[in-house]
């Protein structure tokens, strides 16, 4: 999906939406295992990080690449993960999902 910022020069209010018909993408088992790591990796930092009012919704993470981890440099999540990287918990989950990065 394409969007048109120009609503002064376009023609039409159709102009605004341009649809290119590629249809559904395949959903495979690695992009689930890809959610659930990162699910995880998330749910054990928003146990330690409680005072730090840390909360982030990892479905845009997971959607938008296939090793999430490796492209958050300034997101939240990423400061949080380096600051609780020395937990045995938050090191274990990372060390065992070895694909998020």
């Known amino acids: 999906m394409s969007r048109n910022e120009r609503m002064s020069v376009a023609k039409g209010l159709e102009n605004m939406v341009i ?3 590629v249809g559904f993408l395949p959903i495979i088992s690695e992009d689930i295992e890809n959610f659930i790591a990162i699910d995880q990796v998330t749910e054990e930092l928003k146990k ?7 909360s982030v919704s990892t479905m845009e993470f997971a ?4 090793y999430p981890l490796s492209f958050l440099r ?3 999540l990423r400061e949080t993960i380096d600051l609780f990287k020395d937990n045995k918990e938050v090191k274990s989950l990372l060390k065992k999902k070895r694909h998020l990065y």
């Not at 330690?48 to 840390?54: D, E, G, I, N």
């Open 74 to 76: 300034a997101y939240k």
């Open 48 to 54: 330690l990080a409680v005072r730090k009012r840390f």
């Open 63 to 66: 959607k938008s690449t296939p």
């Open 19 to 21: 649809s290119s018909g």
